[in-house]
């Protein structure tokens, strides 16, 4: 019956409640009890949303930081991301478990994607998340819980400061698209990758006149194919933050053919959109896409590319190849600097805060000030206008 279900469930609330009140009150007064809070240390690991080349890097740093300076170290990792907090589901590390993994792509805890938005909304069971994490994090009795992850991961993390506990996070995307810090690991990873396809994609561009697209990952923002692009000598650059001309990209690659170049290569980002599509509401653009006839953006334009100017047009969509492999050497040295600094903030027991790269420094940035903003490209930047500069079409 209705009724006797939701009284039954409320009920269980109020246990619950009770249950997660008690178990915080014994556990803050173990802590309260310890004689110097930096002999012993308490820390759990997770990984969440997408994967990237890095971090099993920043997980080595922090656990290799502050072994070498805190006694009676226990580091719990937490599998599957957000998932293994809620669920209790979790072991504790050794050394050996952090031994060989800095060149080491993926995460050897395992990640999955929970959205921020369904955080507050109960399970298929009836479970509350938010408290279900609370309670595995009071349970180990954890002095600090690392998280590594993107824009989705840091919301989530600041929820979890808001609800008392002690957070650190590490920045981790393909699309160094989080805001407050200036690099994030994976980055320049994945830009290593996509640059080496458009290397590889010249060769054969040239041997046969084509035009050839090459799409890079990044929905909202485009950093990834900026400096891929840069970095590759593409001819033209199409962005999500710069609605594109179909006419104007045209007469780019007509330009070359006059100027005695018979090829042309675009980087373009999965998220790219045309001026006339960025006119449409979300709710106009997701019915276009839904019925588009085009697996992707790229797609669409080679195709009006081919109407416009029969040229023969390809394209090349490496995928989540950029976030495989191994690190490249720089994010080995920013995951261990990250990692680092993110020890001394266990020890120093500043909480709350995201690891962040200011100005070539390691800095603690507040998440409350952080969490929910995108680090977006700026059309009218010092890097586009250089770009355009030196000739290259943003298809503006």
Not at 125 to 138: F, H, I
Not at 216 to 236: E, N, Q, R, S
Not at 342 to 365: E, F, L, P, T
Request: aromatic share 8%; glycine share 10%; charged share 25%.
């Amino acid at each position: 019956h209705p009724f006797l279900h939701t009284a039954i469930v409320e009920k269980k609330k109020i246990y619950y409640n009770k249950k997660q009140a008690n178990v915080k009150g014994i556990y803050e007064k173990k802590n309260n009890n310890r004689k110097d809070c930096n002999i012993m240390k308490r820390i759990g690991l997770l990984t969440s949303g997408g994967d990237c080349q890095a971090l099993n890097a920043a997980m080595r740093g922090v656990v290799k930081g502050l072994s070498n300076n805190v006694d009676g170290l226990e580091v719990y990792g937490f599998f599957d991301g957000y998932k293994g907090l809620i669920y209790g589901k979790y072991r504790l590390l050794t050394s050996g478990d952090f031994s060989g993994i800095l060149t080491k792509g993926g995460t050897i805890l395992g990640t999955s994607r929970q959205p921020f938005k369904l955080m507050r909304e109960p399970d298929e069971n009836g479970l509350n998340k938010v408290e279900a994490m609370k309670q595995t994090y009071y349970k180990l009795n954890l002095d600090c819980l690392v998280i590594l992850g993107g824009n989705g991961t840091q919301k989530t993390a600041n929820l979890l400061r808001e609800e008392g506990l002690n957070i650190i996070h590490l920045p981790k995307t393909i699309d160094n698209d989080i805001y407050g810090t200036d690099m994030t690991f994976g980055f320049q990873s994945a830009i290593d990758i996509a640059a080496d396809v458009i290397d590889c994609i010249h060769t054969t561009a040239s041997s046969h006149s084509r035009v050839f697209i090459v799409e890079v990952m990044g929905h909202k923002v485009g950093w990834l194919t900026l400096y891929a692009g840069l970095a590759a000598g593409a001819d033209i650059i199409l962005l999500p933050e710069i609605p594109y001309d179909i006419d104007k990209v045209v007469e780019a690659i007509q330009k070359r053919s006059k100027d005695g170049k018979g090829f042309t290569i675009l980087a373009v980002a999965e998220g790219a959109i045309s001026k006339k599509d960025a006119k449409l509401s979300k709710k106009e653009y997701k019915k276009k896409i839904e019925s588009s006839k085009y697996p992707s953006v790229s797609y669409e334009v080679a195709d009006l590319i081919i109407k416009k100017t029969g040229i023969d047009t390809r394209v090349t969509v490496p995928g989540h190849t950029q976030r495989g492999g191994s690190p490249c050497p720089y994010d080995r040295v920013l995951c261990s600097r990250l990692g680092a600094e993110a020890a001394q903030a266990i020890i120093d027991g500043d909480y709350g805060n995201m690891i962040a790269v200011k100005a070539s420094k390691i800095v603690r940035v507040p998440l409350e000030k952080v969490a929910g903003k995108l680090k977006m490209v700026e059309p009218d930047s010092q890097i586009i206008k250089e770009a355009q500069f030196m000739g290259i079409s943003f298809g503006n």
